[in-house]
Every structure is written in C-alpha cells, then in structure tokens.
C-alpha cells in the first residue's frame, strides 16, 4: 500500500500538467494548486502506510513479507514529500512575487 501511494503521490505534479496541457478549461495553475497539495497529502498517507508496514514485520519477527515493500514505500514517500514541499515552495514564491509586482 505504501508503495502505491508513494507512486501516486511522485505523479501528482506531472498528472496536474498533463491535465492543464489536455484539457482546455483547466489552466496550469489552477491544476497546481490541486496538485501540490494532494501530492503532500499522498506522500503523508504513504509515510503511515509505511511505517504500519514496518511495524507489523517487526511484530512478526521478520516472518512476513513486506520489509522491502516498506522500505521502498518509504523512499518514495520521502520523495514524494520533497517535491510537494518544492512545489509549495514555487508556488508561494509566485504568490509573492505577483503580489508585490
């Protein structure tokens, strides 16, 4: 589980432009403004999953599987963490710099 949600949350950005590029009512900010968020929040749920995952292979005494699972599920959560963080970031640094032009 974690590891479909550190997936979706590293091509949330890249569907958000996908979809201002081919649908035309949708413009590119508008679409980053669903995308970032959704993209920390994506990552945040994969981080639980994550360490959910971990958890329960360390109860199991490593008997079940999983631990790679969980390891790479962290990773892309991580991932997928930074670039919302870089996302919001551009996106606040546009607001400002638009407010004070």
């Excluded at 569907?15 to 980053?32: I, Q, T, Y």
């Excluded at 971990?54 to 599920?73: D, H, I, K, Q």
């Excluded at 996302?87 to 546009?94: H, N, R």
């Amino acid at each position: 589980m974690s590891v479909v949600l550190g997936v979706l949350s590293l091509a949330a950005i890249p569907a958000g432009v996908a979809a201002s590029r081919f649908v035309p009512s949708v413009e590119l900010l508008e679409s980053l403004y669903v995308a970032v968020p959704a993209t920390i929040v994506l990552g945040l749920l994969a981080l639980l999953a994550s360490r959910r995952a971990r958890r329960t292979v360390e109860l199991r005494l490593g008997r079940s599987r999983g631990a790679r699972g969980a390891r790479a599920g962290r990773w892309l959560a991580l991932a997928g963490i930074y670039v919302g963080l870089a996302g919001a970031i551009a996106l606040g640094t546009y607001a400002v710099l638009r407010a004070y032009s």
